[in-house]
């Protein structure tokens, strides 16, 4: 299994971006695909994750600015960030994981065992 992030880049606040999860290897019924960032000097924190059954949670902190939503067909998970701020600085990572785990737990760096490299995002103000 492998995921690669896409889409990082710099924009003002307020602005938007949208970034790419392309995913492979996924042979499995049941996976989860998670959004996770991690800003220096911080822990890395879950954003937002969709399961291959539609199931989405979204953290509160981005709730109502970023939509996660998939495309199947190209196995591409998307990340839609909308009225950015500063603090949402980070490097922006997609993990992935086929077995094993518990949906209430998917917001949850640990409940992941596939990581992209991270594309990084930068808000100005």
């Known amino acids: 299994v492998q995921v690669a992030e896409s889409g990082g880049g710099l924009v003002q606040a307020g602005g938007s971006l949208r970034l790419s999860c392309a995913a492979s290897?996924?042979?499995?019924?049941?996976?989860?695909i998670g959004w996770f960032r991690q800003a220096p000097g911080k822990e890395r924190e879950g954003v937002s994750c969709?399961?291959?059954?539609?199931?989405?949670y979204t953290a509160d902190s981005v709730k109502g600015r970023f939509t996660i939503s998939s495309d199947n067909a190209k196995n591409t998970v998307y990340l839609q960030m909308n009225s950015l701020k500063p603090e949402d600085t980070a490097v922006y990572y997609c993990?992935?994981?086929?077995?094993?785990?518990?949906?209430?737990?998917?917001?949850?760096?640990?409940?992941?065992?596939?990581w992209g490299k991270g594309t990084q995002v930068t808000v100005s103000s």
């Open positions: 993990a992935a994981v086929v077995a094993g785990w518990h949906e209430y737990k998917l917001l949850l760096p640990r409940e992941y065992d596939y």
């Open positions: 290897g996924i042979t499995f019924d049941d996976y989860a």
């Open positions: 969709i399961t291959n059954y539609g199931s989405k």
